[in-house]
Every structure is written in structure tokens, then in C-alpha cells.
Nanobody, 115 residues
Framework: QVQLVESGGGLVQPGGSLRLSCAAS????????MGWYRQAPGKQRELVATITGGGSTNYANSVKGRFTISRDNVKKTVYLQMNSLKPEDTAVYYC?????????WGQGTQVTVSS
């Protein structure tokens, strides 16, 4: 069973930066691809970025060049560095395996980009 706890969200002005963290428990972490997802009010959850066990990354077009996903397999933690934030990045951000496990969704962390 995998448990995931997200942290690092907050209120930031447009153009600012935040770093999200996702702490995982369970023995499968280092072998599995992980992803960051987000859900804005009134919208469906969407995939933001993925990283394989070996460190290969992929990004949604809307965040490419601004966000960076990384992982520390020793700490069992996945990170999302978010730079040049825009109001449209406002959402609850979640991490999960990729593809996601239904049972592994956590509470998420709120990111609000506003002046």
C-alpha cells in the first residue's frame, strides 16, 4: 500500500516560485513512475508532470519550461519546483503514481497565484 503526503503549497504573487514536496511510504516507490497532478475549481484533475524511476521527465505543455519535477529515492520524496507562476496555475496539487492508484490520492496542497 502506498501513502502520499503533499506539502509546500501557499499563496504567491504572479511570477513567483514555490516548491512542492510529496513524501511517500511503501516499498515500491523507487521502481515506480510518479506524477504531479492538479485540479482547479470547476475543472477535472489534470496531469502536470511525470518522472520515471530512472529520472526521465515529461511535462504538460502548459507548464513546460516553468516547472521541474525531481525525485529522491532515498528519501522517498518527489518534488515539483514551480517558477514563473501564473494565476491559471491556481489549483490543488496532488502527487500519485503514474498511472495513478485510485487508493493513493492524498489531501493535496493548495497553490494560489494572485496579486
Amino acid at each position: 500500500q502506498v501513502q502520499l503526503v503533499e506539502s509546500g503549497g501557499g499563496l504567491v504573487q504572479p511570477g513567483g516560485s514555490l516548491r512542492l514536496s510529496c513524501a511517500a511510504s511503501g516499498s515500491i516507490f523507487s521502481r515506480n513512475a510518479m506524477g504531479w497532478y492538479r485540479q482547479a475549481p470547476g475543472k477535472q484533475r489534470e496531469l502536470v508532470a511525470t518522472i520515471t524511476g530512472g529520472g526521465s521527465t515529461n511535462y504538460a505543455n502548459s507548464v513546460k519550461g516553468r516547472f521541474t519535477i525531481s525525485r529522491d529515492n532515498v528519501k522517498k520524496t518527489v518534488y515539483l519546483q514551480m517558477n514563473s507562476l501564473k494565476p491559471e496555475d491556481t489549483a490543488v496539487y496532488y502527487c500519485n503514481l503514474y498511472p495513478p492508484y485510485t487508493s493513493a490520492w492524498g489531501q493535496g496542497t493548495q497553490v494560489t497565484v494572485s496579486s
